[in-house]
T-cell receptor, first 116, second 111 residues
Framework: SAVISQKPSRDICQRGTSLTIQCQVD?????MFWYRQQPGQSLTLIAT?????????ESGFVIDKFPISRPNLTFSTLTVSNMSPEDSSIYLC?????????????FGSGTRLTVV | SQQGEEDPQALSIQEGENATMNCSYK?????LQWYRQNSGRGLVHLIL?????REKHSGRLRVTLDTSKKSSSLLITASRAADTASYFC???????????FGRGTSLIVHP
């Protein structure tokens, strides 16, 4: 299965600023997924990132707030823009194992974001 | 909205005991997956069971799936302190193969 390097692992940011999270995969993958996990909650899908096209955002998430780049088949970034304390969460990237996740999904180690 | 819901929300047991967690879901699925998360870190894929399977084993893990009841269970046998983590079930739904996660069960195994 793929190995994902995600960074930073954690950060404390001032409100109104932006943070860019990076995920590097050790193999080429078609789709990459970005999730948010609010404290004590489940994972919520933010968007799906395809190389060479705009990301597809889930309901409640918009590109202006969470711009995503996918410059090649092994790399993606998620930016959390104009942060507020409500953005304090763990952010995770993920890739599918096998066709349409038929072997499960691999996750990065997560970025724990605290906005003060 | 969550597709899968785990039960119980929290479970505390002694080392050596078995731990059972349940997951219920609402709509038909192609597969159901279980993941472990240690201390708010990344999720680790444990096991995937397809809708035409009823039981699957992996080491000390045993997963069952009852599609008629729309439920699954994860059994960890002979638990160890290192099994302390949150466990999530994830299902695909509505024709989308992208997994939707439940709220998770927090398992504490006391040495």
């Amino acid at each position: 299965s793929a190995v994902i390097s995600q960074k930073p692992s954690r950060d404390i940011c001032q409100r109104g600023t932006s943070l860019t999270i990076q995920c590097q995969v050790d193999s080429q993958v078609t789709m990459m997924f970005w999730y948010r996990q609010q404290p004590g909650q489940s994972l919520t899908l933010i968007a799906t990132a395809n190389q060479g096209s705009e990301a597809t955002y889930e309901s409640g998430f918009v590109i202006d707030k969470f711009p995503i780049s996918r410059p090649n088949l092994t790399f993606s970034t998620l930016t959390v823009s104009n942060m507020s304390p409500e953005d304090s969460s763990i952010y995770l990237c993920s890739v599918e194992g096998g066709d349409r996740g038929s072997y499960g999904y691999t996750f990065g180690s997560g970025t724990r974001l605290t906005v003060v | 909205s969550q597709q899968g819901e785990e039960d119980p929300q929290a479970l505390s047991i002694q080392e050596g005991e078995n731990a059972t967690m349940n997951c219920s879901y609402k709509t038909s699925i192609n597969n159901l997956q279980w993941y472990r998360q240690n201390s708010g870190r990344g999720l680790v894929h444990l096991i995937l069971i397809r809708s035409n399977e009823r039981e699957k084993h992996s080491g000390r893990l045993r997963v069952t799936l009852d599609t008629s009841k729309k439920s699954s269970s994860l059994l960890i046998t002979a638990s160890r302190a290192a099994d302390t983590a949150s466990y999530f079930c994830a299902t695909d739904k509505g024709g989308s193969y992208i997994p939707t996660f439940g709220r998770g069960t927090s398992l504490i195994v006391h040495p």
